[in-house]
């Protein structure tokens, strides 16, 4: 009988109404898989950094595992700025006999409207390299546009591992 490791990330996120809204596949990017497996399996990081930064983009694209950094105009403005997730701040635990990794949630609190395109469609991920490598990327299903000062968007990255179905 074979079996397959799954992983699957899943992001809770809640917009500046209180509202929960869902995200669409989470797609692990081309350019950073070798990247990622040296560091998860040898603790060496090839493309500089120990941590993943996560940014937030504002132009309508789906992402696909061949997207690298440029694929994504960064959002900008209205108080936002991307947030270092920190190597070493995941905790790891097992949820319903599924092993996952969760980060603390990240909110950004806006100051008011973006200058980029006012509207953030997802997110996504790379290292700290001085030429990022994007490492997995995620398009919301409902795009969020911030207009008020206070306007806050939270994720909550989780990474679960598993032989079955990850749970969502």
Known sequence: MKRFLNILLVVVMLSFSASSFAATSLIFN????AD?????????????GKNFVLHLYCTNVTPADTDVASTYTEC???G???ITLT???WTVSSVGSIYQAAYAKQ???FTGTL???????GYYITDQASTPVVVWSQLFNAPMTPANNGDQLSITPVLQASHGTPSS
């Open 30 to 33: 081309d350019n950073g898989a």
């Open 36 to 48: 990622e497996l040296t560091a998860w399996l040898n603790n060496t990081w090839p493309s500089g």
């Open 76 to 78: 900008s403005g209205g």
């Open 80 to 82: 936002y700025s991307a």
């Open 87 to 89: 190597n070493g701040s």
């Open 107 to 109: 909110t950004w609190t």
């Open 115 to 121: 200058t980029t395109n006012g509207t953030i469609y």
